[in-house]
Each structure stands twice: as C-alpha cells, then as structure tokens.
C-alpha cells in the first residue's frame, strides 16, 4: 500500500514525464489491442469459411479407370465409347451415412440440360442475366429448342445441393426436394410407397415429381409454388435416342422457390443458375429414358466437424462398398482456400504487426524509463544508504510504472473498439490486392447416351465465392483485454528490469559519489 501511495504521489509531482510515458504506452496498446482483436475476428471468420465451404466430400465413378469404359453400338451412329461402370446410387449414399460416423447429410446429383414448358406447350421465358461465359457456344447452341434448354439437377436432397449446403443459394419460400428413397436409404426401386412420401410419383394428376425453381424465373413467368410446368428433352436430343419430344413431357409441381446469394457464371445465359431447377431423380429418368440405370454423376458429404473431414473420407474410401476402382473419393476445397486465403495473409500480416509494436514498445520503452532511472539515480543511492533494498527500489519504479500502464490500457479499449473494424478491413482489403480472380474452367464434350454435348461439368453454373464471406466482425470482448493487459504488464516488467540494471550493479557509495 505504501508503495502505491509513493507511486502515486511521483506520478503527480513529475506530470509532464507521466503524460510523455502515458502516450507511449496508449500507442503501444492500442496497437496490440487491435491487432489481438483483428486476429481473433480473422480466426472466427476462417471457421465460418470451414464450416460453409469445407467439411465437404464426394464419390464419383472412376472415370480414368479404363475398365470402366465399353464400346456400344449407337443405332445409325455406329460405335462410341460409353462408360460402363458401377453405378452411383442412393442406397450407396444411405449405406455410407449409416457406417461412418460424423457425417450430418448427403446429396446424390445428376445433371442433364432440358427444356421447360408450362401445362399448354409453351416454353418459359427464361431469364439473361449476361452469366454466359461464350458467346460462340451460345449461339451454337441456340438452335431449335436446344437454346431454351435449362440445367436440371436431380437430386436426392436439395438442402445439401452443393449450391445450397455453401450458401449460394437460399430457400426463398416453399420446402426443399427430398427423393423420399434417400430419405430411407434404400434402393430406388419405383414403388408407390416411394411415391407417397412426398415427391408425387405416380399421382392421379400426372405430376411424376416435385421442382425447386428461381424466384426469379417464377416471377417472370406468372409461377407460384403449387402450379404446374412441364419438362422435357430437346428435339434433337429426343431424336437422337430414337424417341420423341412427347414421350418425353414430365410433369412436376414447383414446392419450392430458391434466392442467389452470390454471383453465378455459365457456358450460355439459358444454362444460368438463375434458369436452373432442383427436382429427383425420377423426373430426371421419365425426361431422359436410362439415367437412373446409369445412376448418379457424383454424391457429395458433409461432415459435422469440417477439421476431420480428410479422416473422414479416408474411412468412406476404405469401405468395402467403394473397393475394386469402381469409384473415387476426393475432397474439394478450392471455395474455402480461394475465401480464406486472404485471411491467413491477414494472420500473418497482423502477427508481425503485434510483434513489431511490442518491440518497439520495448525499446522506447527501456529507453524512457532509463532516463527516469538516471534521473533518480541520486535518490536511488540515497535510499541504497539507508538501509533499502535494491529490489524494494525496483519494485516502486515497476508501481508506478504499472500505474500509468491500467490507465493506457483502460483507455486503449473504447479506442480500440472505434478504430478496430476500420483498421481490420483495411490490412484485409491489403491481403486481398494482388490475389487473382477465383475463375474455373469447364469440362469437354462427353456422351452417355450416344451424342455428343456438353457434359455437366460444362453445363453447371458455377459461382465465384463472396468475398463477403471472407469478412471480419472486428468485437473487443474479456478475452482480448485480458490478452491486451497479460502482454502489456510483461512488457512493462521487463522494460523497467532492463532499464533498472544500471542500479542493480551500482554500489551506494559509487552512486553518490558519482552524484556529488
């Protein structure tokens, strides 16, 4: 107690030198306050990114397995190499859910280009939005009815469509689509008790299933959820696989309406994720006869816990269902590196930055502290000769010292508070500069039905991640303070050892005759 009230008393007698060292250390903390809470908001914001954008796998046919191709006779084309290996089902999506452990949903995909009418034959007035990446595609596409063709996804749930499990799309209004064989992890097998949870296969109504569509394209067209459209092929797809545009005709009800949150790009506009639908698998095999013989393009997995997801694939590719090179499991995660790459820059950058200004901190203050030091050097001898200890001595220079530090600590904070998300996002818009654009390629040209288009990867819209995923929400709570007050007393401690060795060396009898 006593030596606070020394502390106290010098602190108030030398103002000016208490002022000059209460700005140093202001400095000091309200540069590490900041940086602390930036890292902090930067950290938080990558596992938002990771539970968003990562924590995703998926199995795919081995298509580099050359087992897996065959040579099929195409009537009136002769010969193609088509891929014949195992099929990708929804009772492998089941199975695998059921024996690993750790995963929270699945979603089965297949994708096809097909072309949306209302109930009367007229085709929907689809939506450009300038998302067409080739001009010379899309209007060598444009022929017939092949240009009002749209992606059709079909699924086995919706809610954890790729597009929707990382946030790109939202559920505007209405229900997600559930193939109800999936939602039993069974095997499709077409019976009305499939029917009767909840797709409307085989309704009296003709309905074969259910459609999630774009508000967007709903609005343009008159559409609600509840009514009606119609899907079918293009003519010369129909006519290539030896069948017609009316045998074809799918009728599906619209439960649901989707909102984009990000930016989409595609070959053509018609093929945009503005125009894009979400239905079954069902619906996807009554318009295009043998794709559910040929089975889904890829299923992807989404794990509880995005940090174990490597662990996790490797125990899916480990089970007996997904030996003999029939399928491959691979883990994707260029959204999440491509959003959380300017993050870690901004780790880094701001590590060096709280570093240099303890450092410096350090250094000024050692040096500021030596000059108090210096200054009292004949009162420190003074009180070495009656009988006070060297470390009694250093002990009130580190009070009052310590004294100043709560107070720039204190203030540090409500400054901190207004300069932090200012200062957060202008070192994050520092790592951002310089880094490319996150663009992707599109695949080639395949066939599984004897003509050659656009395989899905080609036809898939994809989106660019928001970089507003990658934000910060810069918030100075207890634990940042606490951070902010354990460094800054540690450095004033050792500031004040540094700056006290002189004294420590010095004799009582050479200090004031050195004075005198």
């Known amino acids: 107690m006593r030596s606070i009230t020394l502390a106290v008393r010098y602190i108030w007698r030398k103002r000016g030198r208490t002022i000059s060292l209460l700005l140093i250390l202001l400095v000091v903390a309200t540069t590490t306050l900041t940086g602390l809470a930036v890292r902090g908001a930067a950290a938080d914001a990558q596992q938002a990114i990771r539970q968003a954008l990562g924590g995703v796998f998926t199995i795919e046919q081995d298509e580099s397995n050359p087992e897996n191709w065959t040579n099929r006779q195409i009537e009136g084309m002769g010969y193609q190499q088509v891929f014949a290996g195992k099929p990708i089902t929804a009772e492998l999506c089941g199975r695998v859910m059921t024996q690993v452990q750790g995963i929270r949903g699945c979603d089965a995909t297949t994708e096809q280009v097909l072309v949306p009418e209302t109930t009367d034959g007229r085709t929907l007035k689809l939506i450009d939005d300038g998302s067409g990446t080739d001009p010379a595609s899309e209007q060598a596409f444009s022929t017939d009815d092949f240009g009002d063709t749209v992606t059709v996804i ?22 997600p689509v559930i193939d109800p064989a999936a939602r039993a992890g069974t095997e499709r097998d077409g019976s009305d008790d499939d029917a009767d949870a909840g797709t409307g296969v085989g309704t009296d109504d003709g309905v074969v299933g259910d459609v999630l569509i774009g508000s967007q394209l709903a609005e343009r067209n008159g559409l609600r959820i509840g009514d009606t459209i119609v899907l079918r092929r293009a003519t010369v797809h129909a006519q290539m696989s030896g069948t017609t545009v009316e045998q074809t005709r799918t009728p599906v009800r619209i439960v649901g309406l989707f909102d984009q949150t990000a930016k989409s790009s595609a070959l053509t506009s018609n093929w945009s994720m503005t125009n894009a639908m979400f239905t079954t698998m069902d619906v996807v ?18 794990v509880t816990d995005p940090d174990r997801t490597a662990d996790i694939a490797a125990r899916v590719q480990a089970l007996d269902e997904l030996s003999g090179g029939q399928y491959v499991v691979s883990q994707d995660t260029a959204d999440a590196d491509a959003v959380s790459e300017p993050l870690r820059n901004l780790d880094a950058l701001v590590l060096a930055l709280v570093v240099l200004a303890l450092a410096a901190g350090m250094v000024i203050l050692c040096l500021v502290l030596a000059s108090r030091v210096k200054e ?70 395949t066939s599984k039905d004897g ?37 800054g007393l540690a450095l004033v401690a ?21 004075m005198s």
């Open 154 to 175: 079909g699924g086995t749930d919706s809610r954890f469509d790729a597009n929707f499990a990382k946030g790109y799309l939202v559920l505007a209004d209405g229900e």
């Open 285 to 302: 095999d009554h318009s295009r006869e043998g794709t559910a013989e040929e089975g889904f393009d890829k299923v992807s997995f989404y």
């Open 376 to 445: 009292r050097m004949h009162e420190s001898g003074v009180l070495l000769s009656l009988g006070f200890g060297r470390w009694a001595i250093l002990s009130q220079y580190l009070v009052e010292a310590a004294l100043v530090a709560v107070v720039a600590f204190a203030l540090s904070v409500p400054i901190g508070a207004m300069i932090g998300q200012f200062v957060g996002d202008g070192l994050l818009g520092m790592s951002r500069a310089g880094m490319g654009g996150m663009g992707g390629t599109v695949g080639g040209l």
């Open 451 to 487: 003509m050659t288009v656009a395989n899905s990867d080609m036809m898939s819209p994809s989106f660019t991640p928001n970089a507003d995923m990658g934000s910060i929400h810069v918030v100075i709570d207890g634990w940042t303070i606490a951070g902010l007050y354990g460094l």
């Open 494 to 514: 050792v500031s004040v050892g540094l700056s006290g060795m002189v004294l420590m060396r010095r004799r009582p009898k050479d200090i004031l005759a050195a």
